[in-house]
């Protein structure tokens, strides 16, 4: 018993922080302010950047709504101003970046949910711990590899039941953008569904609930909060999506909700204006940064909803 209580006292005596003297008490608070510094410079510059983003677009926008109707720009039908006579509606441009994102998540939003469930509440620690990379090295696949995956194996697919396709169309460049986005929702999804408490799904299991019952009554509901945020950055990343639009989607401003039609998104509209035959400074050069403006205020408005989404949600579940 004497060994036992003076080894404790030992113990209790080594792990007895040591006091700082003053030398080191300032050393200590200025490793501190250096660090303190270098994240505020971070962050600044990471404000200071989208500042700069934000006004770049601003200004050029403003000089091409001083010469085209914002009315004009936003309820036309028609979307040529590279050729005469120019027309500078952008609903052909909304209405095909729209239709590849809509087609995506559809495609992707399913699949990708039921992956998370899968790695979350019935694959085994072994099989968890090799799919889920082997899902996440999916992402980091170039889009321009998708792009001609799509034109050159999923178009054709999609010609053969459907003879009026196009060769360069919505679907195809829709199903690509999709597997590109699929392991972004699976992943994250599954996180959120790792993170909810054990205790909830012991619960469960008590009053009788079946592994079928417990993840769709208790483990999605509690990371719901989670799941929406990946559907949400999921969707902002598929209407971004350059590369494998311009090479499937097509070139074609065309105001259609067919599919099976060649589209021209925001995002390919901009890439073929950047190559270089536009004269910088002139009114079609400037239309590509009220195209950008117009995606930048869309993906905002899609991150302010995902956000009260969050802020909704997480009330209910914490």
Request: proline share 5%; charged share 15%.
């Amino acid at each position: 018993m004497t060994k036992v209580a003076l080894g404790e006292t030992e113990l209790a005596r080594r792990s007895r922080v040591r006091p700082r003297g003053p030398l080191e008490a300032r050393l200590r608070r200025g490793r501190e302010a250096v660090i303190h510094g270098v994240l505020f410079l971070c962050a600044f510059v990471s404000i200071l950047t989208t500042a700069g983003i934000i006004a770049t677009l601003l200004e050029e926008t403003i000089g091409f709504f001083g010469q085209v109707s914002i009315w004009d720009y936003l309820t036309g039908t028609r979307w040529t101003p590279l050729f005469s006579p120019a027309s500078f509606g952008i609903l052909p441009l909304l209405a095909g970046t729209l239709l590849v994102a809509a087609f995506a998540a559809l495609f992707a939003v399913p699949i990708g949910l039921l992956t998370a469930v899968f790695l979350s509440e019935y694959a085994p620690s072994w099989l968890r711990s090799i799919a889920k990379p082997l899902l996440e090295m999916l992402a980091g696949i170039p889009t321009v590899v998708l792009g001609f995956f799509a034109l050159t194996f999923i178009s054709p697919e999609i010609i053969r039941p459907f003879s009026n396709a196009s060769v360069f169309n919505a679907l195809a460049a829709a199903i690509a953008v999709g597997i590109m986005i699929i392991p972004l929702i699976s992943s994250l999804s599954e996180d959120a569904m790792s993170a909810v408490p054990q205790s909830l799904r012991e619960g469960a299991y008590a009053l009788g609930a079946t592994k079928y019952e417990v993840a769709r009554r208790v483990v999605i509901p509690a990371a719901l909060s989670g799941i929406v945020a990946s559907f949400i950055l999921a969707i902002s990343r598929a209407l971004g999506e350059t590369m494998i639009v311009v090479l499937a989607a097509g070139g074609t401003p065309n105001l259609t909700w067919n599919p099976l039609e060649a589209v021209q998104t925001m995002t390919a509209y901009i890439v073929q204006v950047s190559l270089g035959d536009t004269p910088q400074g002139s009114l079609e050069f400037q239309t590509i940064f009220a195209v950008g403006m117009t995606l930048f205020v869309m993906t905002l408005a899609l991150n302010v909803v995902s956000q009260y989404l969050l802020q909704k949600f997480r009330e209910v579940y914490e």
